[in-house]
């Protein structure tokens, strides 16, 4: 889905709504950003943003045009921007793969500006209950949650909370991460053959993903 289509309906997902608020032509970095599909979906929502990035791997072909990206392991390697710098960072699918996370929320706090948001998303709980996938299929999109070998440990949002508060940041608000679109599609496509997109609709039916949103004091 091309985030641009709902720039006027930010509440229709807890990530847009987040990444709407930051302020025009603001900084926003990206940890853990992967293939870059998330950061090409904040590009498409918020143009005019500068865009920044840091992931273990290297950096993909297809980010978006102008983003600055530091490869690091964010469990023992600083981020080479400087303090005060970021309006607004997102992690999406990061902490639960990360044995510790002391250096990921001590960079975040000293690379945002005062007054400025993190927004952390990762697996719920609930996902340690679900049923695999079954038969042929076994294995080839996470339900359980692990699916994923790279899965290390759940974090809950009351844990993460506990992380971001010793770092210095203020817990704003936590709950289900969702995409309503995809939640209310779920019921029409019960009946039809597994694809990615039924099995995309049933995790924001089902809430498989927990999100925190924090601020670094004024």
Not at 21 to 48: C, F, M, Q, V
Not at 71 to 93: C, F, P, V, Y
Not at 95 to 117: F, K
Request: include cysteine; proline fraction near 6%.
């Amino acid at each position: 889905m091309n985030w641009a289509y709902l720039r006027p309906f930010p509440w229709l997902d807890t990530r847009i709504r987040f990444v709407a608020a930051t302020p025009a032509n603001g900084s926003l970095l990206d940890l853990g950003s992967g293939n870059g599909e998330t950061l090409g979906h904040i590009a498409e929502l918020r143009p005019d943003l500068r865009l920044f990035a840091v992931d273990k791997a290297g950096k993909p072909a297809g980010y978006p045009a102008g983003c600055k990206f530091q490869q690091a392991d964010l469990e023992r390697e600083k981020m080479s921007w400087a303090d005060g710098s970021m309006d607004a960072i997102t992690s999406t699918h990061l902490v639960e793969h990360l044995h510790d996370l002391t250096l990921l929320m001590a960079e975040t706090a000293r690379v945002l500006r005062p007054g400025g948001r993190a927004y952390f998303e990762t697996p719920h709980p609930k996902s340690l209950i679900l049923s695999s996938q079954k038969g042929p299929a076994a294995g080839t999109f996470p339900l359980n949650f692990f699916d994923d070998l790279t899965h290390v440990r759940v974090v809950s949002t009351g844990a993460l909370a506990h992380w971001v508060r010793g770092a210095g940041l203020e817990v704003l608000a936590s709950g289900i991460s969702r995409n309503w679109l995809f939640a209310m599609a779920y019921p029409a496509f019960v009946f039809l053959p597994e694809s990615r997109k039924k099995l995309t609709s049933r995790l924001h039916w089902l809430g498989w993903s927990a999100y925190l949103t924090a601020r670094r004091p004024i």
